[in-house]
């Protein structure tokens, strides 16, 4: 009997609210991840991910093999005790990063021999290596190899596109552990019908969930959002649906109204080391402005994280300017906490039947809002009236 299985709960439209059933805990759905690229979520502690109420946390295959090393992981009891995280983990393929590695890498039908970003040694992926470190790891949902291309080459994306699909049979032959859920990846670039093909062709596979690969890289936001209708269309919907490294506010709400599950992005933290915060607006506040030295409200008054009940843009801005590695901490903390909440508050939302009201409120307002300063964003009305 597979410890996986999905249970959708509520629609709204084609948003949904779901429970993936995973061995090391149930995922409520729709769900933000934070991104711990090296068994870590930069500058924040699992006790403090816990408490700003991340079930997800992913973790990356490439960098993990790289140092300290997957089989390590494994001597240490896979990355649930590694990282000391007891809630699910995702794992990628590695993948994207290989293939962003253009300038050192080469790709065959085989797989791809690059090299190391940190000390240029050669290695070499295949769809079964990928599969081998990824059971090292121990993740609860881990992601079948996979080829991105440049999303607008349509003669590459379709290459990639059949190397993909051979290389998810393969990765299925591969797979040995049970308590992981692999699950496929769809490509195609920005093409609808190389999407629906591959759409097609991943879900006759029988994976337990799919993810949605080869978007914000490049593309622009009407040819994500038209991808993902497309997906919509194909992807069977009683299983979830993973879009891969996206999570802005704004991505959130609209994935989510075309049917997207779990999404994932180092957006908050990274923001949050170049000194700015996220706006559940899906602004951005720039805490290193001197117009902050002397103020004493929080980023967001209508806030519930650690940060804004303790802490003022002046403290904020003061650690900025010390160079103060609390200063990452504070606002990685806020960051994520607004896209996880926002995650929790569009359940809700969609478990009450609410969400396309919200959602058409909060769109239009995107382009209206003064998104430099919270005091001035009306689109908090949208939240405390759904």
């Known amino acids: 009997m597979t410890p996986f299985s999905f249970d959708l709960t509520a629609a709204d439209g084609r948003a949904r609210a779901g429970v993936f059933h995973t061995p090391h805990g149930d995922l409520l759905t729709p769900v933000f991840a934070p991104v711990g690229t090296q068994a870590t979520v930069k500058a924040v502690t699992p006790a403090q991910l816990h408490e700003l109420g991340a079930s997800l946390v992913l973790s990356n295959t ?28 995702l794992t990628d393929s590695g993948g994207f990063q290989v293939f962003s590695l253009a300038a050192t890498r080469k790709i065959d039908d085989d797989g791809v021999t ?21 059971e090292n790891l121990g993740a609860d949902i881990i992601m079948a190899f996979d080829e991105c291309a440049p999303p607008q080459d349509r003669p590459y994306s379709q290459r990639a596109m059949l190397r993909t699909h051979a290389w998810a049979e393969r990765c299925l032959q591969a797979k040995r552990r049970p308590d992981q859920a692999l699950f496929g990846i769809v490509q195609g670039g920005v093409f609808p019908d190389l999407r629906q093909q591959s759409a097609a062709f ?25 991808t993902l209708e497309v997906m919509d269309a194909v992807l069977p919907a009683e299983k979830p649906r993973y879009l891969m490294g996206v999570g802005t506010p704004e991505d959130l709400v609209n994935g989510i109204l075309r049917g997207v599950d779990i999404f994932d992005c180092v957006l908050p933290t990274r923001l949050a080391r170049h000194n700015a915060a996220l706006l559940r607006s899906g602004g951005r506040l720039n805490l290193v402005n001197a117009v902050h030295a002397r103020d004493p409200r929080p980023i967001d008054e209508a806030c519930a994280c650690y940060t804004c009940q303790h802490y003022s843009r002046a403290y904020l801005r003061h650690l900025i300017a010390a160079k103060e590695m609390l200063s990452a901490t504070l606002l990685s903390l806020h960051n994520l906490y607004t896209l996880v909440q926002l995650a929790r508050h569009i359940r809700q939302l969609i478990l009450a039947g609410q969400f396309q009201n919200f959602a058409a409120a909060y769109l239009a307002q995107l382009n209206v809002e003064d998104m430099q300063d919270p005091s001035l964003n009306s689109l908090t009305d949208a939240f405390e009236k759904f």
């Open 62 to 89: 490439y960098h993990l093999y790289l140092r300290p090393g997957d089989p390590l992981i494994a001597e240490m009891g896979g990355l649930h005790r590694f990282m000391n995280w007891p809630g699910p983990i």
């Open 114 to 134: 690059f090299k190391s970003h940190t000390d240029g040694s050669q290695h070499r992926f295949t769809p079964e290596k990928s599969i081998a470190i990824q």
């Open 202 to 226: 991943i879900a006759s596979l029988g994976f337990p969930g799919h993810a949605i690969g080869g978007l914000s890289v490049g593309e622009s936001k009407t040819d994500m959002y038209a």
